[in-house]
C-alpha cells in the first residue's frame, strides 16, 4: 500500500480538497507554492499512462474545479499542472498555483508547510470551490 493509498484510506491525516468514487485531492505538505495540490486516482497505479482509459479522461475534468479554485484563491497567472511521479509510486497530478515556469521546478527546495499554513490554503481553495 502507497503512501498515497494510505491517506486515501485515512490511515494516514490529510488537507482534502475533493473526492470522488475515482480520485481523491488533497495539499501537498511539501508544496512547491502555497495552495499546491495533488489529485490522486484511488486505484494504485504507479505510471499515470498505465491507469484505465476510464481514468485518463476524467482526471483532468477532476482536477477542472479545484485548478478554477486556486486561480481564484492565489495571487497567480495560472493553475500549472505537472506529472512527475518519481517521489511516489502512485500515479498523480500536480496542480500548482504559477506565476512563472519556474513555478513548477521541482527541483528546488521544499520545505514542510506548517499545519496552520495548510490549513489556511485549504479553506481558501474550498470557499472558491463552494462559491461556484
Known sequence: MTLFSKIIA?????????ENEKFFAFLDIFPLREGHVLVVPKTEVDNLFDLPEEYLKE???FARPIAQAIEKAFT????G???IGLE?????????PISSSNDLNFTQHKPKASEESLKKAQ????????NR
Open 81 to 83: 499542472i505537472s506529472v
Open 88 to 96: 511516489v509510486p502512485h500515479a498523480h497530478v500536480h496542480l500548482i
Open 76 to 79: 497567480c497567472n495560472r493553475c
Open 123 to 130: 479553506e481558501k481553495i474550498l470557499k472558491e470551490m463552494s
Open 59 to 61: 482526471i483532468l475534468l
Open 10 to 18: 485515512g490511515e494516514i491525516p490529510s488537507y482534502k480538497i475533493a
